[in-house]
């Protein structure tokens, strides 16, 4: 009896999952079947990839970025930090001139961010961050210490049009020339970098 049942087993033809007979042979189907299903596999494991970056990517609507602000202050929508800047203009040209501030601003283009770092020995409070005169952000808080860096996302910094600081660069006229903070009725410049 085992014998029949041996002989009946290498006889039977290889059947594939949907019960198409691949080949007569023991293992003559088996490699081309194997590579059928590799091949499904990455395909299904592509697709998972895809939906999860749109699920991510649509989830980012309504936000200035992937990860929060470190600054719950900071932690708008768009049309918030928009209706807030449209609030702020016009640029405030007759203000007292105050110098430089103690403080300094890096600028990354490939990340679309300002980062500003107040090196002074006191908190600045309510500060009104202007980019070439044109676009603003407020800031509640801008605390003391070289440590103590805000990062402002270029989405976040509206002119009086309701449109964000541009994230195409590449155009002198959609780069950073001045940032310029308002505080106490004063204007302060900014000395600005571009981050390493």
Request: proline share 6%.
């Amino acid at each position: 009896m085992d014998n029949l049942q041996h002989d009946y087993d290498n006889d039977r033809p290889l059947v594939g999952p949907d019960g198409t007979i691949l080949a007569g042979l023991p293992n003559a189907g088996r490699a081309t079947w194997a590579q059928a299903a590799w091949s499904t596999g990455m395909a299904a494991a592509a697709l998972f990839v895809i939906a999860l970056l749109l699920a991510l990517l649509g989830g980012c609507e309504g936000r200035v970025s992937l990860f929060p602000n470190s600054d719950p202050e900071l932690r708008k929508t768009p049309p918030e930090f928009a209706a807030d800047a449209a609030k702020r203009f016009p640029y405030k040209a007759s203000a007292s001139a105050a110098g430089e501030a103690s403080g300094r601003a890096s600028v990354d283009y490939g990340l679309d961010v300002i980062q500003v770092t107040n090196i002074s020995d006191d908190d600045w409070t309510n500060v009104e961050l202007w980019i070439n005169k044109q676009y603003v952000v407020f800031i509640p808080k801008l605390e003391k210490g070289a440590q103590s860096v805000k990062t402002l996302n270029f989405q976040m910094i509206f002119n009086d049009k309701g449109q964000s600081f541009p994230t195409n660069n590449i155009p002198l006229d959609n780069q950073v020339h001045t940032v310029e903070l308002l505080r106490d009725g004063k204007l302060y410049a900014v000395r600005c970098q571009l981050a390493d």
